[in-house]
């Protein structure tokens, strides 16, 4: 696709790798959190930053914004796309509660939209070329966005482990 520059960091893996990934993410991130204590949950790697609990909630409403543009580059591939961004991470943490609410709900939600999304991409002809194009002159393809949020997944869930290391939990 054209215009569709590389996030540093994102791999290069076929559609299918890159779709198995993509899949294997609610997994990961439920293996990542088992055996943790409700206390565990407000571990971080280092005062200031966000704890597992916030981590999750980020994961989930990442997963939200990102939604719509996936599913418009699959419903009307090359449509202009008008995202709207929150502010900063931590507008949204801070105004959500990331701090004070269970995880469990958006644990079920990073679950469903992965679901949700390999279906439609199982029943849309070429969805891995299909694309949006924002106002502002890049177009973003369906495959884009898989990678997009699989690395941003991948990252985070490392994250998590991370943390579990630093505190032994």
């Given at each position: 696709m054209t215009n569709q520059s590389t996030k540093p960091g994102f791999?290069?893996?076929?559609?299918?790798?890159?779709?198995?990934?993509?899949?294997?993410?609610?997994?990961?991130?439920?293996?990542?959190l088992t055996g943790l204590s409700e206390a565990d949950f407000a571990l971080a790697r280092a005062p200031g930053e966000w704890s597992i609990r916030a981590i999750v909630h980020h994961l989930a409403d990442a997963d939200t914004?990102?939604?719509?543009?996936?599913?418009?580059?699959?419903?009307?591939?090359?449509?202009?796309?008008?995202?709207?961004?929150?502010?900063?991470?931590?507008?949204?943490?801070?105004?959500l509660n990331y701090a004070?609410?269970?995880?469990?709900?958006?644990?079920?939600?990073?679950?469903?939209i992965h679901r949700h999304i390999?279906?439609?991409?199982?029943?849309?002809?070429?969805?891995?070329?299909?694309?949006?194009?924002?106002?502002?002159?890049?177009?973003?393809?369906?495959?884009?966005y898989i990678q997009l949020v699989t690395s941003h997944a991948l990252e985070h869930i490392d994250e998590i482990l991370e943390i579990r290391r630093i505190h032994n939990v």
């Open positions: 791999a290069q893996r076929s559609p299918e790798e890159s779709l198995t990934l993509y899949a294997q993410g609610p997994d990961e991130l439920e293996i990542a914004l990102f939604l719509p543009g996936m599913k418009m580059a699959l419903a009307e591939s090359g449509c202009t796309y008008h995202p709207n961004w929150p502010s900063s991470n931590e507008v949204v943490s801070e105004n004070g609410r269970p995880v469990r709900p958006s644990v079920t939600l990073f679950r469903v390999l279906e439609l991409a199982q029943h849309v002809p070429d969805a891995w070329e299909r694309y949006i194009q924002y106002p502002d002159g890049p177009k973003r393809s369906f495959g884009f």
